[in-house]
């Protein structure tokens, strides 16, 4: 995968830019607050139609302007692609490939693969489960695009489920009970589905982690992925069926995917509390790190890696570490100090209030 140039128009503070992109390391330098995570911000939503920041939409299109367009030219396997997608405020966006519109926006995803490092990775280990969860099933769409529907149908569910647990008030009537029976059914396969979905990823992940974190902390250390939802020995129907009292009087559904929790362990403890911030830091690249590596043997072709500012919140020894240990392919890295020992661009982007210059 090569992205070659990047166009924007109305995109955050970004009146009208183009930049382009060398087939290795891009440097996007310039103060905080001038537009440099931006640029890498577009290019992840051309690959996942969302804000790796979590943004809502009304945020992305520039303030005054009625929508914002973001365009890239790539090349994948020797094809060209021209990706666009518009952005429209409280309306919806729309998305192409080489100039044919997309029945979906869905359909956009998968062809332009991208991994993000960002400092607040961070959250993926500090944070509650929340946190794990969507750092699991982004990397899931990421492995496969067709794993966004699998994902989607388990939020549709739940919010029918829901809306019917709120409207009962806590009374069950025959009717709630017999529409409840058909959501149960529905959330069962979803879930059920999105569990094997999460199973496959990890266990394609976990050979990965701990060479990953080794390098990353220049120690050995055991890394245990864990994911065990409290359901699974049950099924989630039985699950649902034992909460559906609970569910009722509480108007929300407490089982399920939605609630499952991936507990990281670091020298046979848990990350989130016992870790240090290096070494919680460390795992979270690792397990970035990790994921990247799987994508780049499922689709043949590593993503592109969009390293946004991460090497402020390193110390040396792990940035050094961090730049040895980056995988090969295109990567764009933005900083707004002096770049890392070991670090040979091919191409220097200087931002300035929402303007790009090459240097």
């Known amino acids: 995968m090569h992205l070659r140039r990047l166009h924007l128009a109305d995109f955050r503070n970004y009146r009208e830019a183009s930049v382009a992109f060398p087939a290795g390391l891009t440097v996007v330098v310039g103060d905080n607050g001038q537009g440099k995570t931006n640029l890498l911000e577009a290019v992840g939503y051309l690959a996942t139609l969302s804000s790796f920041r979590g943004a809502p939409t009304e945020a992305l299109v520039r303030a005054g302007a009625s929508g914002a367009v973001v365009r890239a030219e790539a090349e994948r396997d020797g094809r060209e692609l021209l990706l666009e997608a518009e952005i429209v405020p409280g309306g919806r966006s729309r998305a192409q490939v080489n100039r044919q519109p997309l029945r979906r926006t869905r359909d956009l995803l998968g062809a332009l693969r991208v991994s993000v490092f960002s400092p607040d990775d961070l959250v993926i280990v500090k ?6 969860r969507r750092f699991l099933d982004e990397a899931l769409v990421a492995l496969h695009p067709r ?6 149908d388990v939020e549709r569910v739940l919010r029918q489920r829901n809306a019917l647990l709120k409207q009962s008030g806590g009374r069950v009537t025959p009717d709630i009970e017999a529409t409840l029976d058909v959501w149960d059914a529905k959330l069962d396969d979803a879930g059920t589905a999105l569990l094997a979905a999460r199973d496959d990823l990890l266990e394609r992940v976990r050979p990965e982690l701990g060479a990953a974190y080794q390098a990353l902390a220049g120690k050995p250390a055991p890394v245990r992925a864990v994911y065990e939802p409290a359901w699974r020995s049950v099924g989630l129907g039985t699950a649902l069926a034992t909460a559906r009292t609970d569910d009722l009087r509480r108007g929300v559904t ?8 991936l507990d990281l362990f670091l020298n046979d403890l848990p990350a989130r509390t016992h870790a240090s911030q290096g070494e919680q830091r460390s795992l979270a690249l690792a397990l970035r790190l990790a994921v990247h590596k799987v994508v780049t043997a499922v689709a043949e072709s590593p993503p592109v890696l969009l390293l946004d500012d991460v090497f402020s919140e390193l110390d040396p020894d792990r940035s050094d570490a ?3 240990n980056l995988p090969p392919g295109q990567a764009v890295l933005t900083t707004a100090g002096v770049l890392p020992t070991g670090t040979h661009p091919e191409a220097v982007v200087r931002v300035v209030g929402g303007e790009v210059l090459a240097d």
């Open 254 to 261: 407490t089982v399920g995917p939605h609630r499952d929790d």
């Open 127 to 132: 944070e509650g489960p929340g946190e794990r």
């Open 322 to 324: 961090l730049l040895a």
């Open 147 to 152: 794993n966004d529907a699998v994902r989607s």
